[in-house]
């Protein structure tokens, strides 16, 4: 069976370009933001409990 990279290409970025008006450049912004103080309070969080559990033993 033979395939066609050009239809393969080629529906991979019509359906992206017919999904990218659906998203809104504020929810990008909001998510990377969020993803960003997500990251930022787990780092924190993990190096508040190994301080923690260092002065357990």
């Known amino acids: 069976m033979n395939?066609?990279?050009?239809?393969?290409v080629g529906t991979?970025?019509?359906?992206?370009?017919s999904i990218s008006p659906?998203?809104?450049t504020q929810?990008?912004?909001k998510t990377?933001?969020?993803?960003v103080i997500g990251?930022?309070?787990s780092f924190m969080v993990s190096l508040l409990l190994k301080k923690i559990?260092?002065?357990k033993k």
């Open 53 to 55: 559990t260092k002065h």
């Open 22 to 24: 659906g998203i809104f």
């Open 27 to 29: 929810d990008i912004v």
């Open 12 to 17: 991979a970025s019509g359906t992206l370009l």
């Open 3 to 8: 395939t066609n990279i050009q239809l393969k």
């Open 39 to 41: 990251a930022t309070i």
């Open 32 to 35: 990377i933001i969020l993803a």
